[in-house]
């Protein structure tokens, strides 16, 4: 490829992989697998074909929101550098066909979702794009460094939705599924942002670094990572689990306990900031996401044993 | 440009540049050409499914 062909990379439009990427694939794989996880507990059998088609629409309205941030969030996405390659930001993609994009997709995975599930999924599901979008995207994330906790309810519908999608209710344990998700999200995403804090800085996101320092929030993952151990045992302990999901929710929440406090222990000026290059922020990051995969499955493995 | 002409028509792009166009359109084509296949064949069998569910198809 010539300079000039480079240069000119914006110029010539986007591909399909640049409309791929307006669905945030790598947020699309934690989604599908709690949904799925979701569908699969529910004590009611699925068709494999009605419940693949509510799985992708999970996905697809997953997708759909992550394009509609995208459009929204275009001007603090160029100015931070995890993000600045985006294709809205980039210009490969015109932020009015991202829009559109969005929510064509939202629409037609709730009405797929109705016709291959039922209501209450569907409904579940435009309510989960519904918070993304206006709670989380626009009104909190901009505004509050809480904007993680409460948007954090956006990411903990899939499991709920998958319930609903096979047993047409919603239940104590889909609940608590969601309440687990609600609970992981803040230290997961603040783990993040401690290593991230000068890209949100510098395009005015308020993360909890930015407003409240490194050590406050240090302080609030070792919190919530030890808040989410009762609640992950919680299923166990009304009955609706076995010992070997108690077994694993145990050992895993010791686990992410471990790396919290490795968070809280790093070594660190007197404002908080890492003097080790956040490894051990970084390693509580990448544990969380392994965390989440380990605990759901036991939960399925559990359910279906 | 001439209004409503094809980009890669513009006459300040290399041959190079007019190639990786026409490349990334193909792609795109190509893309939405399977996305469209696999919506309709999607459509099709849950259509199927929910018919045999209440009972109309056999």
């Known amino acids: 490829m010539s300079d000039t062909l480079f240069v000119n990379s914006t110029e010539l439009g986007a591909t399909a992989g640049d409309w791929i990427a307006l669905l945030k ?78 929510v064509v997709l939202a629409v037609c995975s709730v009405l797929l979702m109705a016709v291959a599930a039922n209501l209450v999924a569907a409904a579940v599901l435009a309510v989960s794009i519904a918070f993304y979008v206006f709670v989380y995207t626009m009104w909190l994330k901009r505004l509050t460094p809480q904007n993680i906790v409460i948007g954090g309810a956006a990411g903990a519908f899939p499991a709920v939705i998958g319930w609903a999608a096979a047993a047409g209710d919603i239940t104590a344990l889909p ?46 993952v070792a919190v919530y990572t030890l808040i989410l151990l009762p609640v992950t045992l919680a299923p166990y302990w009304f009955g609706l689990t076995g010992r070997i999901y108690a077994a694993a929710a145990l050992v895993l929440g010791v686990a992410f306990a471990y790396y919290s406090w490795k968070v809280l222990a790093d070594e660190q000026d007197a404002t908080g900031k890492s003097l080790t290059g956040d490894v051990p922020a970084r390693a509580a990051f990448k544990f969380s996401i392994l965390y989440l995969f380990l605990l759901f499955g036991a939960c399925a493995v559990d359910r279906l044993i | 440009m001439k209004p409503n002409a094809p980009r890669f028509e513009n006459e300040n792009w290399s041959p190079e540049m007019v190639a990786e166009f026409k490349r990334r359109q193909r792609g795109r084509n190509l893309a939405l050409l399977a996305v469209l296949g696999g919506f309709c064949v999607l459509i099709y069998a849950v259509a199927v499914v929910k018919l045999h569910e209440y009972g109309q198809m056999w």
């Open chain 1, 25 to 102: 694939p790598r947020v699309m794989s934690l989604v599908v697998f709690t949904g799925a996880i979701g569908l699969v507990i529910a004590p009611q059998h699925m068709n494999p074909v009605l419940a693949l088609t509510a799985i992708l629409c999970i996905a697809v309205g997953a997708g759909a929101s992550g394009a509609i941030n995208m459009w929204y969030d275009r001007d603090i996405d160029a100015l931070m550098k995890r993000t600045a390659s985006r294709p809205v930001p980039a210009g490969r993609i015109e932020p009015g066909s991202a829009l559109a994009f969005g």
């Open chain 1, 175 to 220: 609940l608590l599924l969601f309440a687990i998700v609600f609970f992981w999200t803040p230290p997961h995403f603040w783990a993040l942002s401690l290593y991230a804090s000068q890209d949100y800085a510098r395009a005015g996101v308020p993360m909890l670094p930015v407003v409240k320092g490194a050590r406050h929030t240090r302080v609030c």
